[in-house]
C-alpha cells in the first residue's frame, strides 16, 4: 500500500514545551484564546519529530510558494533578506496567526489588494530585511485541521529588537490585521551555552 | 498534549482498490510515472478515512481558497457551477496533476498570467459548466510529503462525455500544460446499484 507518510521537505515544526534550543520570555495571546504556557520551544525541520511526549503543543506549518508577492517585489527579497539561524540572532518571535472566514472567501485579487496596496505588508517587512530574518509557514491547508493559518518565525540580534517591535506595530495597525482572528505572540531567547 | 490530528473539513480523499462506488474503465500515465492500476475508487470526504487495508494507493487533498481567480471570475463561476454528485453524473474522471519546479519558482504575478491570460484556464473551464461538476483540490502543502500537487475530480453526464474530452483537449495544449511534470487521467463509472 502506498500511504503517502514522508515528511514534506518544506515543513517546519514547533514544539512547546520544557526541551529545544529557545527559552520562552513571554507568550501572549492577542486575539483569541490562549495556547498553554511553555518554558522552551524546539524547532525542527521536517513535519515528523521524533519524542514529542512531554510536549504542551505542536504546531506545524509548510514554506509554499508565493501567495501575492509579484517578480519586482520578489526580487527586492530576494536581494536583502538572509536566512534564519545567524549566530547573532539570539531573539525571536514566533507569531501565530489566524485570519477569518471574509478573508478566505475574498477572491485572490482582493486578497492582494488588501495585503499589499491597501496594507504594505511586502513593502514594510522590506525594510527590516536583512536585521530581521524570517521563516514563514503556511498551515490551513494541512491534512489535518489547524489552528492557525500561519507561522512566523523570526529572528534578530537584541540591538535590533526595537525595529522589530517597529515592524510588528505597523503591521498591526493595517486593514489585513482587521481580518485576524486569533494571534499568539512568543518571545523566545536562545540562552548562552 | 495538543497534538492537532483532527481531520481537515476541507480534505478530500480517494482510496485506490478493490471497493468503493466509482469503478475504473482506463487509468493512464500522460507524464511521469503511473500509479498502482486498480479496479475502484472509494471518494470520502475528510482525511482520515477508517478501514484501508486493502487499499492500493490513498490520495488526499484540501479544498483551498481561490489561487487564481478573480471577484469578477469567481462570480461567473459561482453563478454556473453545481456541486459534484448530482444523480445523472455517473461518469467521472480523476485528474492527478504535479507541475515542476519553475512553474512553483514563478511568483504569484507570472503564475496567474501563464494560467489565464496566456492559458485561459478559467474561462475554457467556465464554458463546460455546469455540464461538469468539479471538486478541485490541493496537494503540495500537506504536511506529509505528496506526489501530486493537485487533485482534480470531475463527474458529468455519459452525454457530457464528449464536451469533457473537448475540455481537456483545449487546456492539455495550453502554455500552463508546459510545466506539467506528471498527469495521471483515472476514468470512473458509477455502476447501476
Given at each position: 500500500m502506498t500511504e503517502i507518510g514522508a515528511p514534506n521537505r518544506r515543513a517546519?515544526?514547533?514544539i512547546?514545551?520544557?526541551?529545544g534550543e529557545w527559552a520562552v520570555v513571554s507568550q501572549r495571546a492577542l486575539l483569541g484564546p490562549p495556547i498553554a504556557a511553555v518554558s522552551r520551544v524546539a524547532m525542527i525541520f521536517g513535519s515528523t519529530p521524533g519524542d514529542c511526549r512531554d510536549a504542551a503543543w505542536i504546531l506545524r506549518g509548510v514554506a509554499t510558494n508565493d501567495r501575492y508577492t509579484t517578480r519586482e517585489e520578489k526580487h527586492s527579497l530576494v536581494e536583502k533578506q538572509v536566512p534564519i539561524g545567524r549566530p547573532e540572532a539570539t531573539r525571536a518571535a514566533l507569531i501565530l496567526l489566524r485570519?477569518?472566514?471574509d478573508w478566505w472567501a475574498m477572491p485572490q485579487?482582493?486578497?492582494?489588494?488588501?495585503?499589499?496596496e491597501q496594507s504594505h505588508h511586502i513593502a514594510i517587512g522590506l525594510r527590516y530585511l536583512?536585521?530581521?530574518?524570517?521563516?514563514?509557514l503556511h498551515c490551513r491547508d494541512l491534512e489535518s485541521e489547524a489552528p492557525?493559518?500561519?507561522?512566523?518565525?523570526?529572528?534578530?540580534?537584541p540591538a535590533d529588537e526595537v525595529?522589530?517591535?517597529d515592524m510588528l506595530g505597523q503591521l498591526?495597525?493595517?486593514?489585513?490585521?482587521?481580518y485576524m482572528e486569533r494571534e499568539i505572540d512568543i518571545r523566545l531567547v536562545k540562552p548562552d551555552r
Open positions: 517546519t515544526t514547533f512547546g514545551g520544557n526541551g485570519k477569518n472566514a485579487d482582493e486578497r492582494r489588494a488588501v495585503l499589499e536583512p536585521a530581521v530574518a524570517r521563516r514563514l492557525f493559518d500561519f507561522l512566523g518565525f523570526l529572528d534578530f540580534a525595529a522589530f517591535e498591526r495597525s493595517t486593514k489585513e490585521w482587521s
